[in-house]
Every structure is written in C-alpha cells, then in structure tokens.
Nanobody, 120 residues
Framework: QVQLMESGGGLVQAGGSLRLSCAASGRIFKIRTMGWYRQAPGKQRELVATITSDGSTNFADSVKGRFTISRDNDKNTMYLQMNSLKPEDTADYYC??????????????WGQGTLVTVSS
C-alpha cells in the first residue's frame, strides 16, 4: 500500500558529503514524522535524525552540526544532507515514516536501506 524508497548512498572519502533521499508512494493521506536511522555492521540500529510534518527536527549528538534533515511535503520526500562525513558514519541508512492512510490504522513504514561507506 505504501512504499519508502531511499537513494543517494555510495562511497565517499572522509570529509566529503552525500545527500540521501527518501520518497514515499502509495495510498498516502498524510505523512507525520519522518526519520533517518542507520545500522553499522555488528551494531544496533540507531536514530540519526527526525523531522515532523511542521518541520521540527531532532538529531543524534553524533551528527549534530554535520547533518541536515529536510522534507518536501508536496513530493512526499525527505532528505538527509550529510557533510564532513567520518568513517564511523559508515552504515546502512534507513528511512522511516508514520503514514496516515484513509480508513486504516497509521502505518509505520520503513525503506529497504541504502549503504553509505566513508573511507579514511
């Protein structure tokens, strides 16, 4: 019914930048909070950043000042601008969204993930 599709991952040198995108599609009435999470090999998935429907943001301490989260509500798309990347930012990055669908309970949707690799 609803899908989240991430894009923009890849290999980058330390100090470089990447921009991730997350596009939502399907029978969407409204999208509430959206967020980016990441999971490094052998580690638990962790929150990177979230953004509410009115634009309020929250960031993990490890990315504050380096990452920016934004969204385009008309396009049902969220972005993560990652600057000054560090090798420890290497992980699979997942987008998440709380999606309202008509005549159904809200859906907690996840994307399939996009790999970000930062070389030293």
């Amino acid at each position: 019914q609803v899908q989240l599709m991430e894009s923009g991952g890849g290999l980058v040198q330390a100090g470089g930048s990447l921009r991730l995108s997350c596009a939502a599609s399907g029978r969407i009435f409204k999208i509430r909070t959206m967020g980016w999470y990441r999971q490094a090999p052998g580690k638990q998935r962790e929150l990177v950043a979230t953004i509410t429907s009115d634009g309020s943001t929250n960031f993990a301490d490890s990315v504050k000042g380096r990452f920016t989260i934004s969204r385009d509500n008309d396009k049902n798309t969220m972005y993560l601008q990652m600057n000054s990347l560090k090798p420890e930012d290497t992980a699979d990055y997942y987008c998440n969204a709380r999606i309202l669908v008509l005549l159904q309970n809200p859906i907690d949707a996840w994307g399939q993930g996009t790999l970000v690799t930062v070389s030293s």
